[in-house]
């Protein structure tokens, strides 16, 4: 089963504007952690944000906001005032804390076009 | 400080060939991950390893080997290549006690004719 689940294949964006990327993920666990992270075309994961499945608050790194509804299992991206250098993949991804699990399991992407 | 490298940047090899393919951690980290990632789709595990040992791994076939070195440095190895394992390979590196952060290199394009 996935575990991790982007709809959003491509968006396109207005510089300056503020953008969401959706992202719904599948666990049993209590424990969890999520990410994001930023795909340029060179192919680099570049970490963005983290978000605990204990956190009482949604986590913020400048212009990334996470927004966490824990209910609903979802752990949307937000983007704010994009920027040309916006343009890249994204992905989110999770890592259950169960002994003896390491692993991210990722979604398969958002493409983001931040258009001038 | 050294981020996580890798080598070599592309590769392209034949059917049925064997591959190697490198990963130095980020200074101070000891444990090192390798995922597959096709074009267009998301980074998949490969396994991870820790102490010199494979300490997790995910649904990849024994054609798929790997070793950590003292040094923490860590080598992906492939044999009898597939058409099917052209893709991105991408090596990160994270503290092996408890800690959630995984730094990635910049991957390794593979391609296979």
């Known amino acids: 089963a996935q575990k991790i689940t982007q709809t959003q294949p491509g968006m396109f964006v207005q510089e300056k504007e503020a953008v969401t990327l959706d992202c719904t993920y599948d666990t049993s666990d209590q424990s969890y952690g999520l990410f994001w992270y930023k795909q340029p075309s060179s192919g680099e994961m570049i970490f963005l944000i983290y978000?605990?499945?204990?956190?009482?608050q949604n986590a913020t790194e400048g212009r990334y906001s996470l927004n966490f509804q824990k209910a609903r299992k979802s752990a949307n991206l937000v983007i704010s005032a994009s920027q040309l250098g916006d343009s890249a993949m994204y992905f989110c991804a999770m890592r259950e804390f169960t002994p003896n699990d390491y692993k991210l399991s990722f979604g398969a992407g958002t493409t983001v076009t931040v258009r001038a | 400080d050294a981020g996580v490298t890798q080598s070599p940047t592309h590769l392209i090899k034949t059917r049925g060939q064997q591959v190697t393919l490198r990963c130095s951690p980020k200074s101070g980290h000891d444990t090192v991950s390798w995922y597959q990632q096709a074009l267009g789709q998301g980074p998949q595990f490969i396994f991870q390893y820790y102490e010199e040992e494979e300490r997790q791994r995910g649904n990849f076939p024994d054609r798929f080997s790997g070793h950590q070195f003292p040094n923490y440095s860590s080598e992906l190895n492939v044999n009898a290549l597939l058409l099917g394992d052209s893709a991105l390979y991408l090596c990160?590196?994270?503290?092996?006690?408890?800690?959630?952060?995984?730094?990635f290199g910049p991957g390794t394009r593979l391609t296979v004719t």
């Open positions: 978000q605990g499945s204990y956190d009482e």
């Open positions: 990160a590196s994270s503290l092996g006690r408890p800690s959630y952060e995984q730094y």
